[in-house]
C-alpha cells in the first residue's frame, strides 16, 4: 500500500520591516519620553507637538505659497521628465492648502472678519496668518460671485419675491446706508432660487427697471405674480418690462406695519377685523370689509390703519382673484425673509462694509449655504401648480 511522501516544509521569509522614517522616530521618541513623565504631562505634551507641527505646516505652506505669488512663478514644462515622487508631494501639499482655505471661507462664510479668523488660527495652531492672504483667498469668491450673478435663469417663474435690507456701506470716504435688494423665483417645477443681489443707494422705478431688463437679459420671459413689500417704483418698473406681470403686495408685510402703533391690549381685536378683509371671497366683499373696519371702533382709534389699506389697495386686491391655493402660495413673502434672516446673522458682525464688493461677497456666500436645503418644491407647490395652469396655461406652459 503506498503512503503519501510527507511533502517538505516550506518556511516563507518575514518580510523585513520598513524602517521608520525620521519623523516617525522622533514622534516614537516624543510619546516615550512624555509617558515617562506621567498621564498629564504625556497629554500636555503630544497636545504642543501636534500644536507645533501643525504651526510648521501650515506656514510652510503659506510661505511657498506667498513666495509663488509673488514672484508671479508658474510651473512651467520644459519637456523634461519630472520626478514622481516631487508631483505626489506637490499634489498632496496643494489639497492640504486647498482643504485649509476651504476651512478659511467657510469661518468668513459664517460672518468672522479676516481679522477674526487670522487671531482664530493663530490661537488655535500658533500659526502666523495673516489678515492680508484671509482676504485674498476671500477674494476667490468673487469670480464665483460673477458667474453667479450673471448666470442664464428659467423662462418663466409663476411667482417671484422681492425684498431689500439696508446695509452701511463706504462709498466716495463717505459711510452710506445702501438697499440690498434681492429677489427669489418659483419656477414651474415648484423649487426655487435667489434671482440676484442688487445693491443701490437709492431705489425707484429706472433702478427697477434696470434690474428686470437684467432679468429679462437672462433668460426671463414672464413672471406671472411679483410679490413685494412696498418698494419704491416697483410697480411703474413691472409694467413697463413686463407688462402682463401682477404685482402683488404682501399681505402679511401689511398687516405687520398696520399693527406697528397699536397698543397690545388693542391687538387682538385689531388683527380680528384685518383678517376680514383678507379672507373675503373676493374683492368687492373685501372692499366692504375695509369700509366696515374704518367705521368700527378699531378703525375710529387707529384711522392710519385704513388710510395703509387704501393707499396700497392697487397691490392688494390682485390676492382677491385667485383660489386658496394661490393665496396660500403669495399670502407671505417669508422665503425671502427667512433668507434675510439668515444673511443679518452673518453680516451683524460687519458695522460697515469697505466698499460694495466685500458687501456683495458676504452676501454671495451666506446665500450660498442658506439655499443648501432647496432641493424639493414647496408643500404647498402641487395643489398651487393646478390652479396656476388653469389661470395662466399659455403663459406657465411655454417654459
Same mark, same amino acid.
Given at each position: 500500500?503506498?503512503?503519501?511522501? &510527507?511533502?517538505?516544509?516550506?518556511?516563507?521569509?518575514?518580510?523585513?520591516?520598513?524602517?521608520?522614517?525620521?519623523?516617525?522616530?522622533?514622534?516614537?521618541?516624543?510619546?516615550?519620553? &512624555?509617558?515617562?513623565?506621567?498621564?498629564?504631562?504625556?497629554?500636555?505634551?503630544?497636545? $504642543?507637538?501636534?500644536?507645533?507641527?501643525?504651526?510648521?505646516?501650515?506656514?510652510?505652506?503659506?510661505?511657498?505659497?506667498?513666495?509663488?505669488?509673488?514672484?508671479?512663478?508658474?510651473?512651467? $514644462?520644459?519637456?523634461?521628465?519630472?520626478? $514622481?515622487?516631487?508631483?505626489?508631494?506637490?499634489?498632496?501639499?496643494?489639497?492640504?492648502?486647498?482643504?485649509? &482655505?476651504?476651512?478659511?471661507?467657510?469661518?468668513?462664510?459664517?460672518?468672522?472678519?479676516?481679522?477674526?479668523?487670522?487671531?482664530?488660527?493663530?490661537?488655535?495652531?500658533?500659526?502666523?496668518?495673516?489678515?492680508?492672504?484671509?482676504?485674498?483667498?476671500?477674494?476667490?469668491?468673487?469670480?464665483?460671485?460673477?458667474? !453667479?450673478?450673471?448666470?442664464?435663469?428659467?423662462?418663466?417663474? %409663476?411667482?417671484?419675491?422681492?425684498?431689500?435690507?439696508?446695509?452701511? #456701506?463706504?462709498?466716495?470716504?463717505?459711510? *452710506?446706508?445702501?438697499?440690498?435688494?434681492?429677489?427669489?423665483? /418659483? *419656477?414651474?417645477?415648484?423649487?426655487?432660487?435667489?434671482?440676484?443681489?442688487?445693491?443701490?443707494?437709492?431705489?425707484?422705478?429706472?433702478? !427697477?427697471?434696470?434690474?428686470?431688463?437684467?432679468?429679462? &437679459?437672462?433668460?426671463?420671459?414672464?413672471?406671472?405674480?411679483?410679490?413685494?413689500?412696498?418698494?419704491?417704483?416697483?410697480?411703474?418698473?413691472?409694467?413697463?418690462?413686463?407688462?402682463?406681470?401682477?404685482?402683488?403686495?404682501?399681505?402679511?408685510?401689511?398687516?405687520?406695519?398696520?399693527?406697528?402703533?397699536?397698543?397690545?391690549?388693542?391687538?387682538?381685536?385689531?388683527?380680528?377685523?384685518?383678517?376680514? #378683509?383678507?379672507?373675503?371671497?373676493?374683492? $368687492?366683499?373685501?372692499?366692504?370689509?375695509?369700509?366696515?373696519?374704518?367705521?368700527? %371702533?378699531?378703525?375710529?382709534?387707529?384711522?392710519?390703519?385704513?388710510?395703509? =389699506?387704501?393707499?396700497? =389697495?392697487?397691490?392688494?386686491?390682485?390676492?382677491?382673484?385667485? %383660489?386658496?391655493?394661490?393665496?396660500?402660495?403669495?399670502?407671505?413673502?417669508?422665503?425671502?425673509?427667512?433668507?434675510?434672516?439668515? #444673511?443679518? *446673522?452673518?453680516?451683524?458682525?460687519?458695522?460697515?462694509?469697505?466698499?460694495?464688493?466685500?458687501?456683495?461677497?458676504? #452676501?454671495?456666500?451666506? /446665500?450660498?449655504?442658506?439655499?443648501?436645503? !432647496?432641493?424639493?418644491?414647496?408643500?404647498? !407647490?402641487?395643489?398651487?401648480?393646478?390652479?396656476?395652469?388653469?389661470?395662466?396655461?399659455?403663459?406657465?406652459?411655454?417654459?
Amino acid at each position: 500500500m503506498n503512503t503519501p511522501k &510527507n511533502k517538505p516544509i516550506v518556511r516563507r521569509k518575514r518580510r523585513s520591516q520598513k524602517a521608520d522614517s525620521p519623523l516617525q522616530q522622533f514622534a516614537n521618541e516624543y510619546v516615550k519620553n &512624555n509617558l515617562s513623565k506621567g498621564e498629564d504631562a504625556y497629554r500636555d505634551g503630544v497636545n $504642543d507637538m501636534l500644536r507645533e507641527m501643525s504651526k510648521y505646516l501650515i506656514e510652510s505652506m503659506l510661505k511657498a505659497e506667498m513666495e509663488q505669488h509673488l514672484d508671479g512663478k508658474k510651473p512651467i $514644462d520644459d519637456g523634461t521628465e519630472k520626478d $514622481d515622487a516631487s508631483s505626489t508631494k506637490a499634489g498632496k501639499n496643494k489639497r492640504t492648502l486647498d482643504r485649509f &482655505n476651504e476651512q478659511i471661507l467657510a469661518m468668513y462664510a459664517r460672518g468672522m472678519s479676516t481679522r477674526d479668523i487670522s487671531a482664530f488660527l493663530q490661537e488655535q495652531y500658533g500659526a502666523g496668518v495673516s489678515a492680508e492672504y484671509i482676504s485674498r483667498v476671500t477674494d476667490t469668491v468673487i469670480e464665483d460671485l460673477n458667474a !453667479w450673478q450673471n448666470r442664464p435663469l428659467a423662462t418663466v417663474y %409663476p411667482v417671484a419675491f422681492f425684498d431689500a435690507m439696508r446695509v452701511k #456701506i463706504r462709498s466716495d470716504g463717505i459711510v *452710506k446706508s445702501m438697499a440690498v435688494n434681492l429677489g427669489i423665483g /418659483i *419656477k414651474t417645477d415648484g423649487t426655487r432660487e435667489v434671482l440676484g443681489i442688487w445693491i443701490a443707494e437709492n431705489e425707484g422705478a429706472s433702478f !427697477w427697471a434696470q434690474v428686470f431688463n437684467e432679468l429679462r &437679459n437672462r433668460g426671463v420671459k414672464d413672471i406671472l405674480i411679483a410679490v413685494t413689500d412696498g418698494l419704491t417704483g416697483m410697480t411703474n418698473a413691472i409694467e413697463t418690462v413686463f407688462p402682463q406681470t401682477l404685482h402683488q403686495t404682501c399681505i402679511v408685510h401689511l398687516i405687520r406695519s398696520s399693527t406697528t402703533y397699536v397698543s397690545y391690549k388693542d391687538r387682538k381685536a385689531v388683527c380680528a377685523g384685518l383678517k376680514t #378683509i383678507y379672507r373675503a371671497a373676493n374683492a $368687492d366683499a373685501a372692499l366692504e370689509a375695509l369700509e366696515a373696519f374704518k367705521e368700527s %371702533p378699531m378703525g375710529q382709534r387707529y384711522p392710519v390703519i385704513a388710510k395703509s =389699506w387704501e393707499r396700497n =389697495w392697487g397691490q392688494v386686491i390682485p390676492f382677491f382673484q385667485y %383660489p386658496p391655493e394661490i393665496r396660500a402660495l403669495i399670502y407671505t413673502t417669508n422665503a425671502i425673509e427667512a433668507l434675510n434672516r439668515d #444673511i443679518r *446673522k452673518v453680516i451683524k458682525t460687519r458695522a460697515v462694509f469697505p466698499n460694495v464688493t466685500a458687501a456683495m461677497k458676504l #452676501i454671495f456666500m451666506a /446665500i450660498k449655504r442658506h439655499t443648501e436645503a !432647496w432641493k424639493r418644491p414647496s408643500t404647498k !407647490w402641487t395643489a398651487a401648480m393646478q390652479q396656476f395652469l388653469i389661470h395662466y396655461e399659455d403663459r406657465f406652459l411655454q417654459d
